[in-house]
């Protein structure tokens, strides 16, 4: 297996441009994280997904800020528009059903100008 | 709040050379404990997992102890090697919450020769 895999690895775009990052995650595994890292706040959660269904959006910071899981292969996280704050790296991961651990893909750099 | 407080922020030794890393937390109810090693680049990757009944658990060089009377862990690396550089990170899983980890800032460690 790949692992999880997420693309593009890097972006950098302008302010107010809309940004689509993406997921796939190890086949199997039903729960996907979305996560945001900085330098000042480290990883924060920003949802996550079970069997595809949200189940707890309560880290997204804003509207600006969405987040799909449309089949078990797939997500996306949508910003829309960008701001520069939102320069950070998005790593997703996934856990498996009746396991412990979350799997971390290598995260996607986003540059916001 | 729960919070994973890590020390020391940074760290630099001569490959060869032990160290310890330290995690308090005041997250509660505790269910368990996690250290992860994160590349420059990278996603995390879990070095071990501990319930609240586990004191000590190894993987190779790398020893976790954990108190859960006074909420501290710790991270020993015995014989560091130049691979061991990287950001680790104290994570924090409240119970019933498997899927919401508190995270740490983590600690930069540096190994030179």
């Known amino acids: 297996d790949a692992g999880v895999i997420q693309s593009p690895r890097h972006e950098v775009t302008e302010m107010g441009q809309e940004v689509t990052l993406r997921c796939k995650p190890i086949s199997g595994h039903n729960s996907l994280f979305w996560y945001r890292q900085t330098m000042m706040r480290g990883l924060e959660l920003l949802i996550y997904?079970?069997?595809?269904?949200?189940?707890?959006d309560s880290g997204m910071p804003e509207d600006r800020f969405s987040a799909k899981m449309p089949n078990a292969s797939f997500s996306t996280l949508k910003i829309q528009p960008s701001e520069p704050r939102d320069s950070a790296v998005y790593f997703c991961a996934c856990r498996a059903q009746w396991g412990n651990e979350q799997f971390f893909g290598p995260g996607t750099r986003l540059t916001v100008l | 709040k729960n919070q994973v407080e890590q020390s020391p922020q940074s760290l630099i030794i001569l490959e060869g050379k032990n160290c310890t890393l330290q995690?308090?937390?005041?997250?509660?109810?505790?269910?368990?404990l996690r250290w992860y090693k994160q590349d420059t680049g990278r996603g995390p990757v879990s070095l071990t997992i501990m319930t609240f009944s586990e004191n000590t658990k190894s993987n190779g060089r790398y020893t976790a102890t954990l108190d859960a009377d006074t909420k501290q862990s710790s991270l020993h690396i015995t014989a560091s090697q130049l691979s061991d550089s990287a950001s680790y990170i104290c994570?924090?899983?409240?119970?019933?919450?498997?899927?919401?980890?508190?995270f740490g800032t983590g600690t930069q460690l540096k190994v030179e020769l």
């Open positions: 997904f079970n069997n595809n269904v949200p189940i707890d």
């Open positions: 995690c308090n937390y005041t997250v509660s109810p505790f269910s368990n």
């Open positions: 994570v924090v899983s409240l119970t019933g919450g498997g899927n919401k980890l508190t």
